[in-house]
C-alpha cells in the first residue's frame, strides 16, 4: 500500500518528504444559510463573530455562485461539474430513493487522496446511501460521523421524509444510537475537534465540515436549539427568527471551536479554511425556516440571486494582502480546480471534462480583485420543472420558475443600522488565533469592508415590461441590478437571443436525470427504524 501511494505521489509531482508542508484542508458547508444572516453582509440582528473574522482576514467571495437546492450543490463541489453533466440537476435525494452521484465520478477526496491526504468527514453527505459503495468511506473518506440524508432532528436524529420516519446517524456505517439526545451542531463540532487533535500534522489533512445547521428539521421541532442561545437573542422580536439565530450562533461557535483547535495544534499557520452555504436561505417561513436573503430575490430552490447568490469566503496565511472582497464572479465547481492547483496538484491531474475554473492565481493577485477567469455561470437546467438560468458576464436569463412564481419576491427587512460589535469579532477565539498568527483585523477595516459589501440594488424601473417568467424568459442586467428589478428583456431583444442561444448550447450537453422513485424497501420499520443500505439486499434483513 505505501509503494502505491509513493508513486501516486511522485507522479503528482511531489514526495513523502515534502507532505509536511501541503496545507491542511478544511471546508466548512453551512445548510441553508442565506445571503443576509452573517454579520460581514450586513446582519445587525444575528452575530457571527467567528465566521466575520474568518472574513475581514481572509478573501470575501461576493460574487459567489452555488446551485439552487442541497444534493445538485453538494454534488458540484465534490466534482467540479454542473448538475446537468452528472443528472444531479432535478432535486435531492429523499431516503427512499434508489439513487446516488454516479460512481464513475471522481470526487475531491479522491482526488486529495492521491495526493498523500487523510480525509474525513463530518456531517451530512445527501449524495446517496441505499448502497453502501455510494457512501463516504466508500468514496475517499477514512471516516464519517454525520447523516445520509438531507435533513435531521437536531436532538433525536431522526429524518421525517413521508411516508417514511428513520433514525439517521452514523459511525461509518454503523447507527450511532449513544448520541440520542447530543445536539447535532455539538455532536460535529466536537467530532472535527477529535479529528484535528488526533491528525499526524506531518501530513496533510482534508476535512469536509458538512453541518446540519442552519436546516430546518422536523416538523414536529422544525428549529431546535438551546433555550440557553435562544434566549441571547431576545432583541429579535420574531418568535422563528430568533430560534433561527441561535441555531446560526451554534455554527458560529463551532466555526470558533475548529479554528482555535488549528491553532493549539500549530496547524492554522498552514490550512487553507472555506466557509460556503450550499444553497440560498428559505426566508419567510419556506421550509418551516427564517433565514434571510436581503436585499436578494427568491429563496433556496429558486434560480433567483436569493437562491443562487452565495455566502461564501477563502481563508489562509498563503493569500496575499487578506482582509479584501473578492468582486469577480465565482461558481462552486470552481473549488476542487482551485484547492488542487493551492496545494500542488498540476492542471493534468484532473479531467477536462470538468466545468470548474482554478481561481487560486485570481484570489491570489489584488490587482485582479474585480476579474475572474470566469465568464459564465449555468445556475442549473431542468428541463422536467421548465426552469432554467445563466449568467454570461453581466447578463442574466431566468426562463420558467419554480413553485408556480409564488416564492418570486423580496423577503426580510435590513438589520443594518443596528449596533455592531466590533470587539465581539475582534475578541472571538477566531479573532484571537488569526491576531496570533500576525493577521491584522482592525475595527477601521471591518467598517470599510461591510461598507463595501453593502448591495446597493439601484432603482426600480417601473416602465419595462414586468417579469413574468412562467409567460416568457426575463432579462437582468445582474451588475447593475443585482436585485433583480428591472427585466430588460424587450429593451434588449438582440442580448435575450444570445442569451437563449447560449442556454440551448448548454441544455444540449445535459444528461438524463438520474432521479428516480421512492423503493418500499427503503422503509426504516424495516431496517430497525433507521434509514438504510437497502439496494445492497433482495429483501430486509
Known amino acids: 500500500m505505501q509503494n502505491i501511494l509513493v508513486s501516486l505521489i511522485i507522479i503528482c509531482g511531489l514526495t513523502l518528504s515534502s507532505l509536511a508542508n501541503v496545507p491542511h484542508i478544511v471546508f466548512i458547508l ?115 460521523v454525520g447523516f445520509w440524508t438531507g435533513h435531521q432532528d437536531y436532538y433525536d436524529h431522526t429524518a421525517v421524509e413521508r411516508p417514511y420516519w428513520g433514525m439517521d446517524m452514523r459511525r461509518d456505517l454503523d447507527p450511532a444510537w449513544d ?3 447530543q445536539y447535532s451542531t455539538d455532536i460535529f463540532s466536537n467530532e472535527a475537534v477529535k479529528i484535528i487533535e488526533k491528525h499526524n500534522a506531518s501530513q496533510p489533512l482534508f476535512l469536509y465540515l458538512a453541518h446540519a445547521a442552519v436546516h430546518s428539521a422536523n416538523p414536529y421541532n422544525p428549529l431546535p436549539a438551546p433555550d440557553v442561545n435562544v434566549m441571547k437573542f431576545e432583541n429579535i422580536k420574531n418568535y ?93 465547481t470552481d473549488w476542487l480546480p482551485t484547492l488542487l492547483r493551492l496545494v500542488g496538484g498540476n492542471n493534468s491531474f484532473y479531467s477536462n471534462e470538468i466545468d470548474g475554473i482554478n481561481m487560486w492565481d485570481s484570489f491570489n493577485d489584488e490587482t485582479l480583485s474585480s476579474s475572474s477567469p470566469r465568464r459564465v455561470v449555468l445556475h442549473n437546467i431542468d428541463d422536467i420543472q421548465g426552469v432554467a438560468a445563466i449568467t454570461v458576464d453581466n447578463w442574466k436569463i431566468v426562463q420558467g420558475t419554480t413553485y408556480n412564481g409564488n416564492w418570486d419576491g423580496w423577503y426580510g427587512s435590513s438589520s443594518w443600522s443596528l449596533s455592531y460589535d466590533v470587539n465581539e469579532v475582534l475578541e472571538s477565539p477566531t479573532g484571537l488565533a488569526v491576531a496570533a498568527l500576525g493577521i491584522s483585523i482592525t475595527s477601521q477595516s471591518i467598517e470599510k469592508l461591510r461598507d463595501e459589501l453593502w448591495i446597493d440594488c439601484g432603482i426600480r424601473n417601473n416602465t ?76 430486509p434483513i
Open 179 to 181: 448520541l440520542h439526545g
Open 464 to 539: 419595462l415590461a414586468q417579469c413574468q417568467p412562467l409567460k416568457k424568459p426575463c432579462l437582468f442586467n445582474i451588475l447593475q441590478d443585482p436585485c433583480e428589478y428591472n427585466n430588460l428583456a424587450e429593451l434588449y431583444p438582440d442580448v435575450m437571443n444570445n442569451m437563449k442561444n447560449e442556454l440551448n448550447k448548454w441544455n444540449a450537453t445535459a444528461i438524463t436525470p438520474r432521479k428516480v422513485k421512492a423503493d418500499v424497501r427503503a422503509n426504516p420499520e424495516l431496517w430497525d427504524h433507521t434509514w438504510n443500505n437497502f439496494g445492497d439486499y433482495l429483501s
Open 30 to 144: 453551512a445548510d441553508d444559510l442565506g445571503w443576509y444572516d452573517v454579520g460581514f453582509h450586513g446582519s445587525g440582528d444575528i452575530k457571527t463573530p467567528n465566521i466575520d473574522a474568518l472574513a475581514y482576514s481572509g478573501l470575501i467571495l461576493n460574487r459567489y455562485y452555488v446551485a439552487p437546492i442541497c444534493t445538485p450543490s453538494r454534488s458540484a463541489l465534490m466534482t467540479a461539474k454542473y448538475p446537468i453533466h452528472t443528472g444531479m440537476q432535478h432535486g435531492v435525494i429523499m431516503g427512499a430513493e434508489p439513487w446516488g452521484l454516479s460512481l464513475e465520478e471522481k470526487i475531491l477526496p479522491e482526488y486529495l487522496q492521491e495526493l498523500g491526504y487523510k480525509n474525513h468527514i463530518v456531517g451530512k453527505w445527501h449524495l446517496g446511501h441505499f448502497m453502501k459503495k455510494y457512501t463516504p468511506t466508500f468514496r475517499g473518506f477514512m471516516s464519517h
Open 240 to 332: 422563528k427568527r430568533r430560534r433561527f439565530a441561535a441555531m446560526l450562533s451554534k455554527l458560529d461557535e463551532s466555526v470558533g471551536k475548529i479554528v482555535d483547535t488549528l491553532k493549539q495544534q500549530s496547524m492554522l499557520e498552514n490550512t487553507v479554511i472555506i466557509f460556503s452555504t450550499d444553497n440560498g436561505g428559505p426566508a419567510a417561513g419556506f421550509n418551516e425556516n427564517s433565514a434571510s436573503n436581503f436585499p436578494l430575490k427568491g429563496v433556496k430552490n429558486t434560480l433567483w440571486e436569493g437562491g443562487v447568490r452565495g455566502t461564501g469566503l477563502l481563508w489562509t496565511p498563503k493569500l496575499l494582502n487578506p482582509g479584501r472582497v473578492y468582486n469577480g464572479v465565482m461558481d462552486i
